[in-house]
Nanobody, 125 residues
């Protein structure tokens, strides 16, 4: 089992920045990669970013590329999502997720085995 806990959500003005954190515990040695997804009201959950557990490879959705950065500090465990230049299209509940299998695509939520409870991001215009 792997437990994931997100933090760092909140209210930010358009154009501002926010950093989300995801702390993993439990059998983390089984994790191949971590992902961030988001779900806005009335919309499906969508992929935002992913990083291998080693931190060597990252992936981004086109909608966040150049504005969001996913990182992982190997010494401290958490996975971070640094979000900059936030727009009114970014508000959502942001979820982190853990993927155990390297054979699955990082872009689809069905590839992930464990999920956090989510953290709300709100952007004011």
């Amino acid at each position: 089992q792997v437990q994931l806990v997100e933090s760092g959500g909140g209210l930010v003005q358009a154009g501002g920045s926010l950093r989300l954190s995801c702390a993993a515990s439990g059998r983390t040695f089984n994790i191949y990669s971590m992902g961030w997804f988001r779900q806005a009201p009335g919309k499906e959950r969508e992929f935002a970013a992913a990083i291998t557990w080693s931190g060597g490879s990252t992936s981004y959705a086109d909608s966040v590329k150049g504005r969001f950065t996913i990182t992982r500090d190997n010494a401290k465990n958490p996975v971070y999502l640094q979000m900059t230049s936030l727009t009114p299209e970014d508000p959502a509940v942001y979820y982190c997720a853990a993927r155990l299998s390297r054979d699955r695509t990082p872009y689809h939520q069905d590839s992930y085995d464990y999920w956090g409870q989510g953290t709300q991001v709100t952007v004011s215009s």
